[in-house]
């Protein structure tokens, strides 16, 4: 059994295992086995495409090079995290009355499938797969979002299924467009003409009229996903319903899977446009919605909606990074996501513990979380700090290296760049000083908080803002070239 | 008629078309196959303006029943044997089981007569005919290029997406919505075959399984929000906005009530 199947089949599997015994206290634990199996698969996965390059597999049905394996490693690791914080949380969660034994195990079966789909989406060289996987990862996580079938819950789901749908739905219109330009290049025999290394090996050829319209269908489908602004409307209220193990995972993991699927098609439509014109869409829609997140965070009343805010103001940016193109945006873009999904889900597990601390998650009732528990205090300080791009933090350096690329290609622009950074900035201090430092209100006890991957998460995002280690950087520059088309190392 | 058909003639010889072909000079399969797609977006229109919830039902079944003749139609003519397949599939998934399964959601949740009132029903219908319109000029630069028989059709599966989606926006019954969400799909479908004789298998298959586990789920839900809204209306579903919070946090500002909200 090779590297990927095990990597694909271990979610899969333990999510059926998960179907019937996910309920019981051993549930937890083979949720955090099966993460574990799967994360250590994805890794050696990465380490061999690191030595032998690209990988293709026999049925030519998977392919594994620089750009997305290293977004398998990362989703299997946050994967794992999550899971190791989830187990004690979702115990806790049922202990309240949250949650009956059915939906607890409907949770571990689903937070498999939902793992199992996006790695899918990732591995996957059928672009049509990949759009089946994205579905797939909506439908997975559709009814975990309306997990506690609160009335708020159910229509935040609601909201979720059909905006996403109906936007993905686009995203297959694209899809069928792009296979209707390889069959007029390479005619109607062949029965793969939908894999991603034939199209991107031909893209040259592709009609340029019709690939530009499919870029339109992809791009507002897949952006759906992403969270750009003005498709985002079911973000917050997915990620602020939901139970927070899966605002997490939502906001780490499925943004950037989306923003992959873009990435990809964006490549072959440059190659067959040679214009800038996929860029300049992708600049302008990641602008926007980095703007408008960002002046969102300062009218937030609920915690995990600020934080889902502050994911689609990143979301926007990276977006706008990878419309940028060059090798060093490309580069920045690609660290920006690394950073991203660690710190962002490091901040909604650490959420996850102030809002059962303070029995809510309305910002104004969360207070004196430092004096309560100091450990989910510090955690939520100095997340948010990470995420809020100060030095010496790994969100700084990408978004400084952004900035330069910004600089180098077009100044002005670095204007609405620095004005985001310093509104988001103050939008995110403004409620976090009061909910850390304030006087905690009378009765309020520490929870059972594990820390441990919040602690490692910032651990990391810290290294990799002091050093990248060269590896790390190699591995960047791989996908980098692959991207963009020339190197920056 | 025949002038009108003329236009035709010499706007593909503008376009330089691979075959020359007048829609007067096509085979008999060939022109069933733009009647049963003409015939996929009339019943794209009935449910646009259908206000009850059984026909609608109804409707939608005949739109997958036409779908699948069109289908295997067309697989008759360009003899590609796998849309025989599609189209069984599409018999079955979008002619038998989901329709099914929203009808007997529908007698259990005891809203088989319930009718919602459509506003302005003859603009709706206007905004559908204009949708129709654009789809052609959305559709130009894919015709000018493909040589399949079934590209007259190419601009009407467009035009089937897009007022599924008239549909959705239109509506404010949780019931209508899913039947334009599945009627997009159908649209989806429908251009899949028509502009390349259809996806892959693989992915023809994936797409029809994340169609019925969504047909499921959506059954799911309309339970949880009869539960939680008593109603079907998604007018209902208004608790998430950003203003209501505002408003919401004020006013328990001021009452010191420590309400927990999930």
Known sequence: MTLLEVTLLAPLLGSVLLTFVGHRPIGGWINVS???????????????????????????????DAFNVYLVALTAFVGLSTAIFSRPYMQHEVERGRLTDRRLRLYHSMYQGFLFAMLLALSTNNVGILWVAMEGATLTTVLLVSLYRTPESIEAAWKYFILCGVGIAQALFGTVLVYFAAEQKLGAARDDTLLWTVLHANAAGLDPAVLSLAWVFLLVGYGTKVGLVPLHNWLPDAHSEGPTPMSAVLSGLLLNVALYALVRFKMLVDASLNTNLAGYMMMGFGLLSFTVASLFLHRQHDIKRMFSYSSIEHMGLMTYAFGLGGPLATFGALLHMTVHSLTKSAIFITVGHASQIAGTQRIDKIRGLIRTQPAVGWGLLIGTIAIAGFPPFGVFTSEFLLLTATMKSSPWLAVPLLMGFGIAFAGLFRHLHPMVYGDPPAGQKPVRANML???????????????????????FEQATVLI????LL | MASGFRTFHVRNDVCGSKNNMDLTQLGLYDQAIIVFAALVLFTSFIMLAQARVIPLIYTFAWQGALLAVVTALVALVSNHPHLYISAALTVALKVFLIPWLLYRLAVRLNIRHDAETIKHPSLLLLGGAGL??????????????????????IAVSVAVVLVGMLL?????????????????????????VVSTYGMPLIVELGVAFDVLVAAILFGVFFFHMRESFDTLDVDQLNRLSEARETILSHEEAGAASSEERP
Do not use: D
């Open chain 1, 453 to 475: 991957p919040v602690m490692l998460h910032l651990a990391l995002v810290l290294w990799l803002g002091l050093s990248i280690p060269s590896f790390l950087a190699r591995w």
């Open chain 2, 168 to 192: 959705m926006i239109a509506r404010k019954k949780a019931v209508a919505q899913v039947i334009g969400f599945m009627s997009i799909e159908n649209g989806l479908f429908f251009s899949a």
């Open chain 1, 34 to 64: 099966t993460c574990a199996v799967t994360f250590g698969a994805s890794l050696l996965m990465a380490l061999n495409v690191f030595a032998h390059g690209p990988t293709l597999s026999s049925g030519k049905l998977f392919y594994i």
């Open chain 1, 484 to 487: 963009s088309g020339s190197s």
């Open chain 2, 132 to 153: 129709v319109i654009f789809s052609y000029y959305v559709a130009l630069p894919i015709v000018r290029l493909s040589g399949l028989a079934t590209r007259n059709t």
